[in-house]
């Protein structure tokens, strides 16, 4: 079946696991498609954490930023997440949000045309107040604008609230 979900929400509002207990739903075996560089010991820390909540029955791929380049066709795949792989498109292009969204959308629709099911993990940073900081203020606009072409495209939208998933579309 062919179908893209988003699921959104705060750091640690039990996006993942809502993301994984979902795929599971629909598969015995998912992929898990993590889309982070590990940039220092504490994170990585985190990455090994999630994988070891996985089971065996997990396919765990690593791709930062080019997830079109692996067949997905009559898979269920977690991409976990959007936000660190648009980080990686950001920074890649020297922090120009047009050319990061443009290569993120157009990256995006290479990957959702396989006939694939497709369960994107995401956060909503643009939630918090507005920093001083404008580095910042740029990537929060880059990822509300991903977030809302994503969600465009969703048949399922859900957002995370502590640990509750609240249906959106």
Not at 27 to 35: E, M
Not at 44 to 73: A, M, Y
Not at 101 to 113: I, N
Request: proline share 1%; glycine share 6%; hydrophobic share 40%.
């Amino acid at each position: 079946m062919k179908k893209v979900i988003l699921i959104t929400g705060g750091q640690r509002s039990g996006k993942s696991s809502f993301a994984e207990q979902k795929a599971l739903s629909f598969s015995s075996r998912p992929v898990y498609l993590a889309t982070a560089r590990v940039w220092d010991d504490e994170f990585r820390q985190r990455v090994e954490c999630h994988q070891k909540n996985r089971g065996p029955e997990w396919t765990n791929i690593e791709e930062d930023k080019e997830l079109s380049c692996h067949e997905f066709s009559g898979r269920v795949v977690v991409v976990d997440c959007v936000t660190l792989w648009c980080t990686n498109f950001f920074f890649d292009l020297n922090s120009d949000v047009q050319a990061a969204l443009s290569a993120v959308k157009l990256e995006f629709d290479k990957l959702v045309a396989q006939e694939a099911t497709f369960i994107f993990v995401t956060n909503e940073i643009g939630l918090g107040g507005v920093s001083d900081n404008q580095l910042q203020r740029r990537f929060t606009d880059l990822q509300g604008w991903v977030n809302q072409y994503i969600a465009s495209r969703a048949e399922d939208v859900y957002l995370m609230v502590s640990g509750i998933s609240v249906k959106i579309k």
